[in-house]
């Protein structure tokens, strides 16, 4: 494909130097896109982000992609506007931010030619800007969901209309993209069920991993002491008291010392969470941590015997999350208590790892007996090959090919 077609611009209203999920797939993507020989330029906000920050990603952007940000509101126009967006849900709390992105993209597109515009949600807001600009230039069009839209099962809307006007934006979404790309198969399959007519144009293309950015070394843990390490915040509908009340069923069926055990939460967690841990007596084992920079973050994956991932109570879950694509990027033994029906429990069973359900205490117990008791045995072997086959479908380099050729292939049939 002449290097002149393959240019991309990204929309984004999250990208570095904040720090989020959000923001550092973005990341992954434009990189990754960049290494297939993709022309690649952002659009982010210009925001205020409230401290989340994390400078040392911008120094990991190639050179050759440019980053532009929308002007800044004022701080009190924006809490306002974001208060309105968030209660009439139309879609979400940054649907301000649209007006501000759209004057953006308009002047990037005029002033260079770019044949492909690539909005990527949360927020959903950013599809919005795909649709107006899809109507008003010549460009293919693909939208990314992280998650559901209107099936998510944790957005509720509690007016009528609020879920017809999502209704609506989601059917104009999906009738005039070109390409929809979702990061797991049964999230394509919830849209799919409302709007079979998509399935020509619907690409999973899930969260990855940049394996240059893997930690090389790691420090060598007490023989004696089992280290278990959680990385980001523990919000919304997910819960550690599964987890907690589990690791004191543990300690006391163990009959040991608390210094062989130790748990380290690195991120936010609720006072609820943090009154749960002194309720049970944990002080001596769980160690509460500030959030890490993103390669720090990594780093104490590295470290650790095996990690611990936290889902929200279901019956079943249709989301793959970006931190267990970091965990399996790193190469460490998971713990996930997460719905035993869904996208994780199938990855972490594959890898070799233990699955709980979120709420089964007794669970817990019996995994982390199975957990320690395999670490101190196997401290020095290396990933098996399930794990590697498992770890290898989410490096960025595989998933930014099969992306680009999907890419060049819409490029191609518009010149039939």
Same mark, same amino acid.
């Given at each position: 494909?002449?290097?002149?077609?393959?240019?991309?611009?990204?929309?984004?209203?999250?990208?570095?130097?904040?720090?989020?999920?959000?923001?550092?797939?973005?990341?992954?993507?434009?990189?990754?896109?960049?290494?297939?020989?993709?022309?690649?330029?952002?659009?982010?906000?210009?925001?205020?982000?409230?401290?989340?920050?994390?400078?040392?990603?911008?120094?990991?952007?190639?050179?050759?992609?440019?980053?532009?940000? &929308?002007?800044?509101?004022?701080?009190?126009?924006?809490?306002?506007?974001?208060?309105?967006?968030?209660?009439?849900?139309?879609?979400?709390?940054?649907?301000?931010?649209?007006?501000?992105?759209?004057?953006?993209?308009?002047?990037?597109?005029?002033?260079?030619?770019?044949?492909?515009?690539?909005?990527?949600?949360?927020?959903?807001?950013?599809?919005?800007?795909?649709?107006?600009?899809?109507?008003?230039?010549?460009?293919?069009?693909?939208?990314?969901?992280?998650?559901?839209?209107?099936?998510?099962?944790?957005?509720?809307?509690?007016? &009528?209309?609020?879920?017809?006007?999502?209704?609506?934006?989601?059917?104009?979404?999906?009738?005039?993209?070109?390409?929809?790309?979702?990061?797991?198969?049964?999230?394509?399959?919830?849209?799919?069920?409302?709007?079979?007519?998509?399935?020509?144009?619907?690409?999973?293309?899930?969260?990855?991993?940049?394996?240059?950015?893997?930690?090389?070394?790691?420090?060598?843990?007490?023989?004696?002491?089992?280290?278990?390490?959680?990385?980001?915040?523990?919000?919304?509908?997910?819960?550690?008291?599964?987890?907690?009340?589990?690791?004191?069923?543990?300690?006391?069926?163990?009959?040991?010392?608390?210094?062989?055990?130790?748990?380290?939460?690195?991120?936010?967690?609720?006072?609820?969470?943090?009154?749960?841990?002194?309720?049970?007596?944990?002080?001596?084992?769980?160690?509460?941590?500030?959030?890490?920079?993103?390669?720090?973050?990594?780093?104490?994956?590295?470290? #650790?015997?095996?990690?611990?991932?936290?889902?929200?109570?279901? #019956?079943?879950?249709?989301?793959?999350?970006?931190?267990?694509?970091?965990?399996?990027?790193?190469?460490?033994?998971?713990?996930?208590?997460?719905?035993?029906?869904?996208?994780?429990?199938?990855?972490?069973?594959?890898?070799?790892?233990?699955?709980?359900?979120?709420?089964?205490?007794?669970?817990?117990?019996?995994?982390?007996?199975?957990?320690? #008791?395999?670490?101190?045995?196997?401290? &020095?072997?290396?990933?098996?090959?399930?794990?590697?086959?498992?770890?290898?479908?989410?490096?960025?380099?595989?998933?930014? #090919?099969?992306?680009?050729?999907?890419?060049?292939?819409?490029?191609?049939?518009?010149?039939?």
């Amino acid at each position: 494909m002449a290097a002149h077609l393959k240019q991309i611009l990204i929309v984004s209203y999250y990208f570095p130097p904040v720090i989020n999920v959000e923001a550092i797939q973005v990341l992954h993507k434009a990189m990754g896109l960049s290494k297939q020989g993709w022309r690649v330029q952002v659009l982010a906000s210009g925001e205020d982000t409230r401290g989340k920050l994390d400078p040392s990603l911008c120094q990991l952007l190639d050179p050759d992609i440019t980053v532009h940000r &929308t002007v800044s509101l004022s701080v009190p126009v924006r809490l306002v506007s974001e208060l309105i967006g968030k209660y009439l849900q139309y879609p979400d709390r940054h649907r301000w931010w649209v007006k501000k992105a759209l004057h953006h993209t308009d002047q990037i597109l005029k002033a260079d030619y770019c044949p492909f515009l690539y909005t990527h949600s949360t927020p959903l807001s950013a599809h919005l800007v795909g649709l107006r600009l899809k109507a008003q230039h010549r460009v293919k069009w693909v939208a990314h969901f992280s998650d559901p839209w209107t099936d998510n099962p944790y957005i509720t809307y509690p007016f &009528t209309l609020q879920a017809t006007w999502n209704r609506r934006m989601e059917h104009a979404v999906m009738d005039r993209a070109d390409l929809i790309s979702v990061t797991s198969q049964p999230i394509a399959d919830l849209f799919l069920r409302r709007y079979p007519a998509a399935s020509d144009k619907m690409m999973v293309v899930p969260h990855c991993f940049s394996s240059s950015l893997v930690p090389s070394a790691t420090v060598q843990n007490d023989p004696q002491r089992v280290r278990i390490v959680h990385t980001g915040n523990i919000y919304a509908n997910r819960t550690p008291e599964g987890f907690f009340r589990g690791l004191r069923l543990f300690l006391d069926r163990a009959q040991s010392s608390t210094e062989k055990l130790s748990v380290d939460l690195f991120g936010r967690i609720t006072p609820e969470h943090a009154r749960w841990v002194r309720d049970l007596n944990l002080g001596a084992t769980v160690h509460i941590h500030p959030a890490l920079p993103y390669l720090g973050s990594l780093s104490q994956i590295r470290q #650790a015997d095996f990690v611990l991932l936290i889902d929200a109570p279901a #019956a079943e879950s249709v989301f793959l999350p970006a931190k267990l694509i970091d965990y399996l990027g790193v190469g460490a033994p998971i713990l996930a208590l997460t719905p035993e029906k869904g996208v994780t429990s199938a990855l972490v069973r594959e890898a070799g790892g233990w699955v709980v359900d979120p709420l089964d205490a007794d669970g817990v117990a019996r995994a982390l007996a199975s957990a320690v #008791a395999s670490v101190k045995s196997r401290r &020095t072997e290396m990933l098996s090959k399930a794990y590697q086959r498992v770890r290898e479908q989410f490096e960025c380099e595989r998933v930014m #090919a099969a992306f680009s050729g999907r890419l060049e292939s819409l490029l191609s049939e518009a010149r039939v």
